[in-house]
Structures are given as structure tokens and as C-alpha cells.
């Protein structure tokens, strides 16, 4: 089941991402079909340098709020970083691998989530 901390972590997550200007932000509840986690977050930047500074700032807000990353996948390269945070992962694409992967589509079974129902 969904949890207050998991809510408030993806909160922060949108901020972060809505600060460095995020496109097609979606939020997707998979609780009810995963273990793994309860949110994944999903969003894209334009090109590399938004997408490490949308990496950065999501990391930045979530360690001053004293969330720890567990693991940091694809940062060097930025055309898909993962950033685990146990119940909450977020995904950071450039247009072009995010339509290639179709997260949304994958986890179709998840529920979308509006960001202000958080």
C-alpha cells in the first residue's frame, strides 16, 4: 500500500523537476502491481545538460529533505538516468529514448496520478 512518505517524496520529486523546466511530467502509482516501489516518475529534458540538471535538483531536494539515493543509473551518458530512491524511482529520458522505452506503456497497469491529488 501507498504511503505518506512515498507521497511527499514524489511532492518534492515534481518540484524539483518543475524548477528545471521537466516536460510531460507522469506520475504512476504501481503499488498495487509491484514490489519494487510505489511511485515511478517519469520525465524528459531536451538535452543533456537539462537532464543532469534535473538529475541534480531532484537529488539536491531529496537529500536536504534527508531522503537517500539508493543508486544513480545513466548519469554520464543522460539519455536515461535512473534515480532509485527505494519506494519512489524516477526516470529522467531525452524525447527520443523515452518514446523508444514506453515506460508508460509498460507500467500501464500502475494507476497515473495528477500531481496536485499527491
Do not use: C
Amino acid at each position: 500500500m501507498e504511503n505518506t512518505k512515498s507521497r511527499e517524496m514524489a511532492k518534492l520529486v515534481i518540484q524539483a523537476l518543475e524548477d528545471k523546466k521537466a516536460e510531460d511530467i507522469k506520475i504512476i502509482d504501481i503499488s498495487g502491481v509491484s514490489v519494487i516501489a510505489d511511485y515511478f516518475i517519469i520525465a524528459n529534458g531536451n538535452n543533456r545538460s537539462q537532464i543532469q540538471a534535473l538529475s541534480d535538483n531532484v537529488e539536491e531536494l531529496l537529500g536536504k529533505a534527508g531522503y537517500p539515493l539508493k543508486q544513480v543509473e545513466g548519469y554520464q551518458n543522460a539519455n536515461w538516468v535512473l534515480l532509485d530512491y527505494h519506494d519512489v524511482i524516477i526516470h529522467i529520458f531525452d524525447k527520443e529514448n523515452r518514446l523508444f522505452y514506453d515506460l508508460e506503456r509498460i507500467w500501464r497497469d500502475g494507476k497515473l496520478v495528477e500531481a496536485d491529488s499527491l
